[in-house]
Nanobody
Framework: QVHLVESGGGLVQAGDSLRLSCEAS???????MGWFRQAPGKEREFVAS????????YYSDSVQGRFTVAKDNAISKVYLQMNSLKPEDTAVYYC???????????????????WGQGTQVTVSS
């Protein structure tokens, strides 16, 4: 059974940076790990993802150029480096994992099989 644990959330000011981490246990073979976020009163939305085999990355338009997703080569762990944070980035950030193949972008919530509990990111203006 796959288990995901996020960490690194916190309270920051607009323009600051923050790095989130997600460690997965029970993984094997090829898979993708992604980040989603959910603000109060809004739907959970895709942020970024990375594949284990080829390190293919995808980003939502809202974070492109500001956020960077990366993986640890030794263990099943992903990072989300968030720069130039905006108040609009305030949300609970979730780590997720999917077994979908490399060629599939997997940007939808329903594409993912496992989810972490989330970590709160608050950006003040």
């Amino acid at each position: 059974q796959v288990h995901l644990v996020e960490s690194g959330g916190g309270l920051v000011q607009a323009g600051d940076s923050l790095r989130l981490s997600c460690e997965a246990s029970g993984t094997f073979g090829d898979f993708k790990m992604g980040w989603f976020r959910q603000a109060p009163g809004k739907e959970r939305e895709f942020v970024a993802s990375i594949s284990w085999k080829l390190r293919t990355t995808y980003y939502s338009d809202s974070v492109q150029g500001r956020f960077t997703v990366a993986k640890d080569n030794a263990i099943s762990k992903v990072y989300l480096q968030m720069n130039s944070l905006k108040p609009e980035d305030t949300a609970v950030y979730y780590c997720a994992l999917t077994w979908r193949p490399e060629y599939y972008s997997a940007r939808g919530r329903v594409d993912y099989d496992y989810w972490g509990q989330g970590t709160q990111v608050t950006v003040s203006s």
